[in-house]
């Protein structure tokens, strides 16, 4: 699922890191202008008295009664279907250069 994601953002022109766990780039994390993290990765961070970054951060989840308590921008239920997660990251970060743009630099 992560390689899909890092495609699908990719292709909009986002910039993006990927971690094999949720503790594996914190202090990466902590420099990003977004977060995307699911809901089993967000349970690892708690469980390990971490916090997230400052940024917004959208999680993605099976069951969102379970993770609403700690989305700070937003949450997309999985199976993840249509632009949802896009959309959320578009209203995350406002500001961007275009795909044309960004590929020419």
């Known amino acids: ?5 890092r495609f699908a953002l990719e292709v909009e022109g986002y910039i993006v890191g990927l971690a094999e766990s ?7 994390a902590s ?5 995307v993290i699911d809901d089993t990765a967000l349970k690892e961070v708690k ?3 971490r916090t997230l970054p400052s940024c917004p951060v959208i999680v993605l989840a099976e069951r969102a009664e379970e993770t609403a308590w700690f989305c700070s921008h937003g ?3 999985k199976p993840l ?3 949802a997660l896009i959309d959320l990251v ?3 970060l406002p500001m961007r250069l275009p795909v044309a ?3 020419a630099t």
């Open 90 to 92: 578009e209203r995350a």
């Open 1 to 5: 699922m992560r390689l899909s994601l």
């Open 81 to 83: 279907l249509g632009q």
């Open 47 to 49: 469980a390990a008295g």
């Open 101 to 103: 743009a960004s590929a």
């Open 75 to 77: 949450l997309v239920e």
């Open 31 to 35: 420099q990003a202008d977004c977060v």
């Open 22 to 28: 949720a503790l594996g780039r914190m202090a990466e």
